[in-house]
């Protein structure tokens, strides 16, 4: 890697810095689906920050509105009411401003691992030998290195979600909005996604907005986190997660892990038994 790499690299360790504009502010944003006869409304007045250098997921029952609201921030759906700002700026309805990894990895079956990593450059006109060496260099460090030709279909599940989420990282946009990014992935390689993104996260510094229905997951790598009700999905809670960092796994150990994953998965399951139309369990 050359210096220059290197210090692109390490521009983005910095902490978050309150001081400048919030990466994202989602506020008040409503939406309701409307066909011929009936109206089914998704979100009902949601607000939210993601600092710069922020770590925040989103928790909420399935079928709440959570992929909606990103399809808001991503400027693909227009909110009935509220705005999205990032940076300071009104950018409410549009696009091109996030870097986005949607649930399945979406990688193209005819570009290798390599191109399909360069993908949201290549879109801005910003792949030169410098993007290809800083892939290659990142495709390495996740344990891809040697599958640059590679096509998907030959790689692994969890090997296409590395993929796909570097081409989120290596997106030029500062926001990177990741939606349930590790759902289809059984347990274990889950685990190890999981430890892999804290480490990288830690030296990155993204701004990330994260959807996860695994609140161990979002406890260990979250700054904050956004309870969502079941739709029209409302914040419910908002949660500090206190723990220092760098973070390391045994944290699920400590009692105060526990006591917070005990909240929010009481939160949670009221929702979801809301949902079905039940009365929660007292
Ligand atoms: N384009 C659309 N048109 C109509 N209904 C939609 C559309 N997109 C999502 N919905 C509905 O909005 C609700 C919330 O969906 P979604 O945002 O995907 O929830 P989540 O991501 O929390 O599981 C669902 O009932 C879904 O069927
Ligand atoms: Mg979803």
């Given at each position: 890697m050359t210096?220059?790499?290197?210090?692109?690299?390490?521009?983005?360790?910095?902490?978050?810095?309150?001081?400048?504009p919030p990466a994202l502010e989602a506020a008040g944003v409503s939406k309701a689906f409307r066909a011929k006869r009936s109206s089914l409304q998704v979100l009902d007045d949601i607000?939210?920050?993601?600092?710069?250098?922020e770590f925040v997921s989103i928790v909420g029952p399935s079928g709440s509105g959570k992929s909606t609201l990103f399809h808001i921030i991503g400027?693909?759906?227009?909110?009935?009411?509220?705005?999205?700002?990032?940076n300071g700026k009104d950018v409410t309805g549009e696009q091109g401003h996030?870097?986005?990894?949607?649930?399945?990895?979406?990688?193209?079956?005819?570009?290798?691992?390599?191109?399909?990593?360069?993908?949201s450059q290549e879109v801005q006109g910003r792949v030169d030998q410098e993007a290809r060496e800083n892939a290659r260099y990142w495709l390495d460090k996740v344990g891809l290195g040697g599958f640059e030709k590679a096509h998907?279909?030959?790689?692994?599940g969890g090997m296409q979600q590395r993929a796909a989420f570097l081409r989120a990282l290596l997106s030029p946009q500062e926001l990177m909005c990741l939606d349930e990014p590790f759902s289809a992935l059984?347990?274990?390689?889950?685990?190890?996604?999981?430890?892999w993104l804290l480490n990288l996260w830690e030296e990155s510094r993204r701004s990330v907005l994260f959807i996860t229905h695994n609140i161990e997951e979002a406890l260990l790598l979250s700054n904050r986190i956004y309870v969502?009700?079941?739709?029209?999905?409302?914040?419910?809670?908002?949660?500090?997660?206190?723990?220092?960092?760098?973070?390391?796994?045994?944290?699920?150990?400590h009692s105060d892990f526990i006591q917070l994953r005990?909240?929010?998965?009481?939160?949670?399951?009221?929702?979801?038994?809301?949902?079905?139309?039940?009365r929660p369990l007292k």
């Open positions: 210096i220059s790499e290197q210090a692109r690299v390490e521009d983005r360790s910095i902490p978050s810095q309150p001081e400048l607000t939210l920050t993601v600092n710069q250098g400027g693909l759906v227009k909110p009935d009411a509220g705005t999205v700002r990032m996030i870097s986005y990894m949607p649930q399945q990895p979406a990688l193209f079956p005819w570009r290798t691992i390599e191109d399909n990593v360069l993908l998907p279909h030959t790689l692994s059984d347990a274990l390689t889950r685990s190890d996604m999981q430890r969502f009700s079941g739709r029209p999905a409302s914040v419910l809670q908002v949660v500090d997660v206190p723990f220092p960092r760098p973070r390391r796994e045994d944290i699920i150990e005990r909240e929010l998965s009481g939160w949670m399951r009221d929702e979801q038994q809301k949902m079905q139309g039940h």
